[in-house]
T-cell receptor
Framework: DADVTQTPRNRITKTGKRIMLECSQTKGHDRMYWYRQDPGLGLRLIYYSFDVKDINKGEISDGYSVSRQAQAKFSLSLESAIPNQTALYFC?????????????FGPGTRLTVL | AQSVTQPDIHITVSEGASLELRCNYSYGATPYLFWYVQSPGQGLQLLLKYFSGDTLVQGIKGFEAEFKRSQSSFNLRKPSVHWSDAAEYFCAVGESSASKIIFGSGTRLSIRP
C-alpha cells in the first residue's frame, strides 16, 4: 500500500462550490504539506503543518484552508472554488526537522473548476 | 530569499545518449539540495540529495549530481538515458530554518527512440 494517499484522485466541480481534498500517511511523520502544481510553475506551497496544533501558511494560501485532524491526516479545503484553482494538488509528509529530510508525496489530485 | 532556477523547460535526448539537467539556486548558507522526478500520472520521488560532504552524489536509477558552490549549481547527470527516464524533473532547495522545500519550475525530459 502507498505511504501517502490522496482522495479523490480526480474531481470536477463548479465555481462557488466547497470542496475538500484529503490526505493520509502511514509513515508516522509529524510534518505534512499541501502543494499545487501548475504547468511551468513547479510546485508551490499552500499550507504546511508540523503537528496537529501547528498550521502554517505557505506562499499561496489565499482561497484555501486546511485541517490537521490527526497526525496521519491533513485535509485541504476550497471554501468557494474558482476556475484559477484548477490544478494538480499534491500532499507530502516529512519526518524530523530541518530542510534536509526527504518529503514523500502522494499521487496527486487533479482538480478542475468549471 | 531562496530560489531555484531550472533554465530548460523541455529537453529531448536520444535513448542511450548522455543527459545533463541544469539547476541554479540562490541561498545564503550551505544549501540542502534535492532532485525529484515525477513520472506521468504519479507523485514526486526523490532521486538524490546533497547537504554536506562529497560534492558528487549518487542517486537512484543511475543518476548523479554535482554541487558546485562557486557556480551555485546542482546539475543532474546520467551517462545513458533509457526510454523509462521520460518524466519531469524538479530541482529543489531545503530551507533548514523552516523545514520547507522550494521547488524549481521543472524540466520535462523526452526520449527520442
Amino acid at each position: 500500500d502507498a505511504d501517502v494517499t490522496q482522495t479523490p484522485r480526480n474531481r470536477i466541480t463548479k465555481t462557488g462550490k466547497r470542496i475538500m481534498l484529503e490526505c493520509s500517511q502511514t509513515k508516522g511523520h509529524d510534518r505534512m504539506y499541501w502543494y499545487r502544481q501548475d504547468p511551468g510553475l513547479g510546485l508551490r506551497l499552500i499550507y504546511y503543518s508540523f503537528d496537529v496544533k501547528d498550521i502554517n501558511k505557505g506562499e499561496i494560501s489565499d482561497g484555501y484552508s486546511v485541517s490537521r485532524q490527526a497526525q496521519a491526516k491533513f485535509s485541504l479545503s476550497l471554501e468557494s472554488a474558482i476556475p484559477n484553482q484548477t490544478a494538480l494538488y499534491f500532499c507530502a509528509s516529512q519526518t524530523g526537522s530541518g530542510g534536509y529530510n526527504e518529503q514523500f508525496f502522494g499521487p496527486g489530485t487533479r482538480l478542475t473548476v468549471l | 530569499a531562496q530560489s531555484v532556477t531550472q533554465p530548460d523547460i523541455h529537453i529531448t535526448v536520444s535513448e542511450g545518449a548522455s543527459l545533463e539537467l541544469r539547476c541554479n539556486y540562490s541561498y545564503g548558507a550551505t544549501p540542502y539540495l534535492f532532485w525529484y522526478v515525477q513520472s506521468p500520472g504519479q507523485g514526486l520521488q526523490l532521486l538524490l540529495k546533497y547537504f554536506s560532504g562529497d560534492t558528487l552524489v549518487q542517486g537512484i536509477k543511475g543518476f548523479e549530481a554535482e554541487f558546485k558552490r562557486s557556480q551555485s549549481s546542482f546539475n543532474l547527470r546520467k551517462p545513458s538515458v533509457h526510454w523509462s527516464d521520460a518524466a519531469e524533473y524538479f530541482c529543489a532547495v531545503g530551507e533548514s530554518s523552516a523545514s520547507k522545500i522550494i521547488f524549481g519550475s521543472g524540466t520535462r525530459l523526452s526520449i527520442r527512440p
